[in-house]
């Protein structure tokens, strides 16, 4: 079956940048998300990325894909304490499969 | 665009006693809602898809007679746990998809979470 797996902590310094690491096995995954979650609330859609896509840019947010390798990075620059939360990645098609999740903290 | 609301935010009843919970999609027309749960510090668990005017698809695992799902309209889902028991008590987050197949258009947005204790 389809499985998703994360690094489960990130730790970074204000201003510097962030990369989270996503890993899937599903070969035939047509799109691959990157959601946010504070704590108590629902998931916030930061981006997707098309499978046939290697690299995705939107502001501060830099989505690398590795189709060969299975492999999903979500880079944030310039990180700031608002961008602490859980990070997760997900692949589809028809139903999303979720990664464990990636908690991100922002030292000031 | 493409918000997701939830209502109620927060439930606390009594063991035995039935939760409905809705999610609407406020400013698009959902082909397909999701229910999913989550447990503290865990992923999301996908429960159910439903499409509007048909039955929900159940998840392996999921009592479909203790979480019934209607999906009335495209905008509105609704889930109500039966009969609610401790064990139930959890973070139950919806999400919704415009569909229609194109690129984008399979993106879920979820709504806020409804948080669920059973005493």
């Known amino acids: 079956g389809e499985d998703v797996e994360q690094s489960l902590f990130l730790s970074v310094r204000e201003g510097d940048s962030s990369v989270i690491n996503c890993t899937y096995t599903?070969?035939?995954?047509?799109?691959l998300y990157w959601y946010k979650q504070e704590p108590g609330a629902g998931l916030q859609l930061l981006t997707y990325i098309f499978s046939n896509m290697d690299m995705k840019q939107d502001q501060r947010l830099t989505v690398l894909l590795n189709k060969k390798d299975k492999h999903l990075s979500l880079r944030i620059a310039d990180t700031q304490t608002g961008d602490s939360a859980i990070y997760f990645c997900?692949?589809?098609?028809?139903?999303?499969?979720f990664g464990a999740g990636t908690i991100l903290r922002v030292k000031s | 665009g493409a918000v997701v609301s939830q209502h109620p935010s927060r439930v606390i009843c009594k063991s035995g006693t039935s939760v409905k919970i809705e999610c609407r999609s406020l400013d698009f027309q959902a082909t397909t809602m999701f229910w999913y749960r989550q447990f503290p510090k865990q992923s999301l668990m996908l429960m159910a898809t439903?499409?509007?005017?048909?039955?929900?698809?159940?998840e392996q695992g999921v009592e479909k007679d203790k979480f019934l799902i209607n999906h009335a309209s495209l905008t509105l889902s609704t889930l109500t746990v039966t009969s609610a028991h401790p064990e139930d008590s959890s973070f139950y987050i919806c999400?919704?998809?415009?569909?229609?197949?194109?690129?984008?258009?399979?993106?879920?947005?979820f709504g806020p979470g409804t948080r669920l204790t059973v005493l």
């Open positions: 999400s919704a998809s415009p569909g229609g197949g194109l690129a984008g258009e399979d993106t879920q947005y």
């Open positions: 439903s499409n509007e005017g048909s039955k929900a698809t159940y």
């Open positions: 599903d070969s035939s995954s047509t799109y």
């Open positions: 997900a692949e589809s098609p028809h139903k999303l499969v």
